[in-house]
């Protein structure tokens, strides 16, 4: 198990960014939570497999069709178990 804490720059807010990420995570079992966050980027954890987790942050680098994803700042974090994937 391993936990990726991930910040996505540039415009994705309002793009469908959350809900698409949650897909992503729930096809791959993954647990944890995305956010908006008040400087117009999206936070999100993601907790799972190492392969299933590296091809969500993979994911994350382009988003949904209307992203524009300016950058993209990825930390690895100790698990905390979390169940499910929820959007904050």
């Not at 720059?9 to 966050?37: F, M, P």
């Amino acid at each position: 198990m391993v936990r990726a804490h991930v910040v996505v720059t540039g415009l994705v807010q309002g793009v469908w960014y959350r809900e698409s990420c949650r897909r992503e995570a729930d096809t791959r079992g993954l647990s944890g939570w995305v956010t908006n966050r008040m400087d117009g980027a999206v936070e999100a954890v993601f907790e799972g497999p190492e392969p299933a987790v590296a091809e969500v942050v993979a994911w994350c680098r382009m988003g949904p069709p209307r992203a524009e994803v300016a950058g993209i700042e990825v930390r690895l974090e100790r698990p905390e178990g979390l169940v499910g994937f929820r959007v904050r």
